[in-house]
């Protein structure tokens, strides 16, 4: 792999692995929400922040799926 292809590697590898960090947070969240809010907050927030974990997850398949295509197009 050329010194170019390779940084655009990188930068493809940091972005997902950002994005499942964030999504990975999102479900931490929505599970910590459900049980340490009050009973007037933890269902929507917990809703919320589930249903932005349930998106983000589909846009990172997808993502996943595009990037693994452009790798293997690379050898």
């Not at 940091?14 to 999504?23: F, Q, R, S």
């Not at 947070?25 to 599970?31: F, K, N, P, Q, R």
Request: hydrophobic share 60%.
């Amino acid at each position: 792999m050329d010194p170019a292809t390779s940084q655009v590697f990188k930068v493809k590898f940091i972005k997902l692995t950002m994005l499942l960090n964030v999504i990975m947070l999102l479900y931490a969240g929505a599970v910590v929400a459900y049980f340490l809010l009050g009973a007037d907050l933890n269902l929507p927030v917990a809703i919320v922040l589930g249903g932005a974990a349930v998106l983000l997850s589909l846009y990172f398949r997808k993502a996943y799926a595009r990037e693994k295509a452009w790798l293997h197009a690379q050898n």
